[in-house]
Nanobody
Framework: VRLVESGGGSVQAGGSLRLSCEAS????????MGWFRQAPEKARGAREG??????????NYADSVKGRFTISQDKAKNTLYLQMNSLKPEDTAMYYC????????????????WGQGTQVTVSS
């Protein structure tokens, strides 16, 4: 399976963006997908988990984005979304989607496939 993120860009604080993650290839019917981000000042590998969604549509969010970010999916389009509202300068980061082919679904799990990322920059 291959994941391709899009929708990143520059926005002012308080604004909104919607990121997309399109999956192609050998998609599975049972999966866990997640959104992560890595801020520029963070060391390589220090990605912050934002939330997950299962193939059944169950979602979970990190406390840092709960109430501001929403994860959804369109199975017909094999696409995952991250709606980000009330953006803050500290949300500036490279955003990644990832998938794991397991029924257990947590941002702390090991994910099998990652996208290349899309940059989000929030100015004050």
């Amino acid at each position: 399976v291959r994941l391709v993120e899009s929708g990143g860009g520059s926005v002012q604080a308080g604004g909104s963006l919607r990121l997309s993650c399109e999956a192609s290839g050998d998609t599975h019917s049972r999966y866990c997908m997640g959104w992560f981000r890595q801020a520029p000042e963070k060391a390589r590998g220090a990605r912050e988990g934002l939330g997950t969604i299962t193939s059944d549509g169950d979602t979970n969010y990190a406390d840092s984005v709960k109430g501001r970010f929403t994860i959804s999916q369109d199975k017909a389009k094999n696409t995952l979304y991250l709606q980000m509202n009330s953006l803050k300068p500290e949300d500036t980061a490279m955003y990644y989607c990832a998938v794991r082919f397991s029924l257990h679904c947590s941002i702390f799990d090991v994910f099998d496939v990652w996208g290349q990322g899309t940059q989000v920059t929030v100015s004050s």
